[in-house]
Every structure is written in C-alpha cells, then in structure tokens.
C-alpha cells in the first residue's frame, strides 16, 4: 500500500513556474508508476503526466508537452511535476497517484491517490 501527499500548489503569474511534489509512505514505492492528473470543478480528471518505475519512460498530455516535466526520485520516495509557461487554462486540482501495473495514462488504472493540491494561474 502507498500512501501519498502533494504539495507545492498555489497562486501563480502566466509564464511562471510552479514544483510540485507527491511524498510517498510505503515500502514498495520504487515498483510503482507514477502519475500527475488534474481536475477542474465540474469536469473528469484528466491525465497530464506520467513515469515508469525506473523513471525510463515518460509520458505526457499534449497539452504539457514541452512545458511540465515529471521525474521521481525513489531513494526519496518523490515524484515531482516541473510546471514551466504556465497558463490560465493550467488551473485545477492537481493529483498524484500509483499504479501496481505497468505505466498508464488512465486515470481508472491506478490505484492510488493523493488529496490533490491546488494551482491557480492568473492572467
């Protein structure tokens, strides 16, 4: 079982930037693929990111590609979202979660979540 808290949100200028951060408490952390989705109030979750196990593959929505980046670091149990040329259609709820599978960009594929975190980009 893993259990995952983000942080890093918060208020930010378009064009800035903005880390965020999923800590993770489990002994089987470095076997699990990791992803970033957010949500807005009154839409589905939707994928923005995703990290194999080893960090070896990532993938990206679209709409990030270029601009967020993911990465983890396993010896510190943490997987980060670099947020960078953030725009207003940026802001949502952001959410960490894990998989026991292999890595996905389906949100119903994993099996757990963190509480989300905040990002608002102002215009």
């Known amino acids: 079982q893993v259990q995952l808290v983000e942080s890093g949100g918060g208020l930010v200028q378009a064009g800035g930037s903005l880390r965020l951060s999923c800590a993770a408490s489990?002994?089987?952390?470095?076997?699990?693929?990791m992803g970033w989705f957010r949500q807005t109030s009154g839409k589905e979750r939707e994928f923005v990111a995703a990290?194999?196990?080893?960090?070896?593959?990532?993938y990206y929505a679209n709409s990030v590609k270029g601009r967020f980046t993911i990465s983890r670091d396993n010896a510190k149990n943490t997987v980060y979202l670099s947020m960078n040329s953030l725009k207003p259609e940026d802001t949502a709820v952001y959410y960490c979660?894990?998989?026991?599978?292999?890595?996905?960009?389906?949100?119903?594929?994993?099996?757990?979540w963190g509480q989300g975190t905040q990002v608002t980009v102002s215009s």
């Open positions: 979660a894990a998989r026991s599978g292999g890595t996905s960009t389906a949100p119903t594929d994993y099996n757990y």
């Open positions: 489990g002994r089987t952390f470095s076997s699990y693929p």
């Open positions: 990290i194999s196990a080893s960090a070896g593959i990532t």
